[in-house]
Structures are given as structure tokens and as C-alpha cells.
């Protein structure tokens, strides 16, 4: 699946998941299932760091979709979304849109250490010494190494 099953970067607080390739409908409904899992077991404000590789793209995307598929965005115990690069000009604006019609918090930025300091800001009761950040390498070398 072309989005990486999104683990704990910091236990019960920030989860990170990795996209890269061409994403469709149905990854984003299994991501999706998978998100709904996580900020269940998780502690509110549960938050997210989205990492999109170079060539992440959405097959067939539509505002529609993302609607549909991406249910997590609505739950009241779910905080901030940074979202590391962008795939291209299309990806881009689609997440905006679709942030902007959620009236999600959702902010793009270019690194994952950028990603973590606008967490940091928004919610300084994460306790980032708990984080495993060596898990954004290893998942980006299993990608990788597929």
C-alpha cells in the first residue's frame, strides 16, 4: 500500500505516516480505518505528521474522495495535521481544499523537523523525549528498499 501504515512516533500522542506513489480510493479508506484505530487507543489531541514523497500523487482524486474516505479528520479527539512536501501542484491544492472545508487544523511544510516544531507549538503538552524518530528512517528505507 502506497501509504505506510501509520505507527506512534510519540506513544498515544503523534502518529506518522508515510505516503509515497499513487494513492487510491481504497488506500485511503484502509489508511483511514487505520487512523480511526489509532486516535481511539490514543490521548486527545491525538496529531499527525503526514510525509509525502516526491512522487506521492492521488489517482482520480477528488474533493469527494477525501470526504468520504477521510472520516479521522472530523473526530473531536483529533488534533493537527503537518504535512511534510507535497507530491505535486494537484495533491497540494486538493489537501488544502479539503482542510479548508473540514475546517481541519492542517498546516505544509517542507521537513519532517518543521512538521515537529509546528506540533510543538500547537500543543505543548506532547512529550517529544518519549518520541522515536530514528522510526521516519526506518520506514522511509523499508519504502525504499521495496
Do not use: C
Not at 2 to 19: F, G, H, S
Not at 39 to 49: F, K, S, Y
Not at 123 to 133: A, L
Request: overall charge negative; proline content about 5%; aromatic content about 8%.
Amino acid at each position: 500500500m502506497p501509504i505506510e501504515p501509520a505507527q506512534w512516533l510519540v506513544p498515544n500522542r503523534v502518529i506518522y505516516a508515510y505516503a509515497w506513489g499513487s494513492i487510491t480510493p481504497e488506500d485511503l479508506e484502509q489508511h483511514n480505518e487505520r487512523m480511526n484505530t489509532l486516535i481511539a487507543e490514543g490521548i486527545p489531541l491525538v496529531h499527525v505528521i503526514l510525509d509525502s514523497s516526491p512522487d506521492y500523487q492521488m489517482t482520480n482524486p477528488s474533493l469527494k474522495i477525501g470526504l468520504d474516505t477521510l472520516s479521522f479528520i472530523r473526530r473531536t479527539d483529533f488534533g493537527f495535521t503537518a504535512q511534510v512536501g507535497t507530491g505535486n501542484a494537484a495533491a497540494k491544492f486538493g489537501a488544502i481544499m479539503l482542510a479548508k472545508i473540514l475546517r481541519a487544523r492542517y498546516r505544509m511544510v517542507d521537513t519532517v523537523e518543521e512538521a515537529v516544531e509546528q506540533l510543538k507549538t500547537y500543543d505543548t503538552t506532547v512529550d517529544w523525549t518519549q518520541g522515536d524518530m530514528d522510526l521516519i528512517e526506518t520506514i522511509k528505507n523499508s519504502v525504499n528498499n521495496e
